[in-house]
């Protein structure tokens, strides 16, 4: 079984940072993707950032700029650095993961969530 637990998210005021951390834990073979995601109340989930196991990234426009991701990938985890808040960037963030079992297969892993509130 393979957990993304997640850390960090909070209240912050516009301009404020955060960083969100997310740590993958089980037994498996490697990580490939990794990224967070975000949704707002009545809207649906978005990307907002993820990284490939080789470094890649990619961002969502709204975030270029002002968001980074990165990976630790000796620790299996995934961090996102938020400078420059907005209030609407207030989201749940969800990290997730494409896990390569031990037998091969891939899966697809979300973590629980973790909120970020941005007030005006």
């Known amino acids: 079984q393979v957990q993304l637990v997640e850390s960090g998210g909070g209240l912050v005021q516009t301009g404020g940072s955060l960083r969100l951390s997310c740590t993958a834990s089980?037994?498996?073979?490697?990580?490939?993707?990794m990224g967070w995601y975000r949704q707002a109340p009545g809207k649906q989930r978005e990307l907002v950032a993820s990284v490939s196991s080789g470094g890649t990234t990619t961002y969502a426009d709204s975030v270029k700029g002002r968001f980074t991701i990165s990976r630790d990938n000796a620790q299996n985890t995934v961090d996102l650095r938020m400078n420059s808040l907005r209030p609407q960037d207030t989201a749940v963030y969800y990290c997730?993961?494409?896990?390569?079992?031990?037998?091969?297969?891939?899966?697809?892993?979300w973590g629980q969530g973790t909120q970020v509130t941005v007030s005006s």
């Open positions: 089980g037994s498996f073979k490697s990580i490939n993707n």
């Open positions: 997730r993961s494409t896990v390569v079992m031990n037998t091969g297969g891939q899966f697809l892993y």
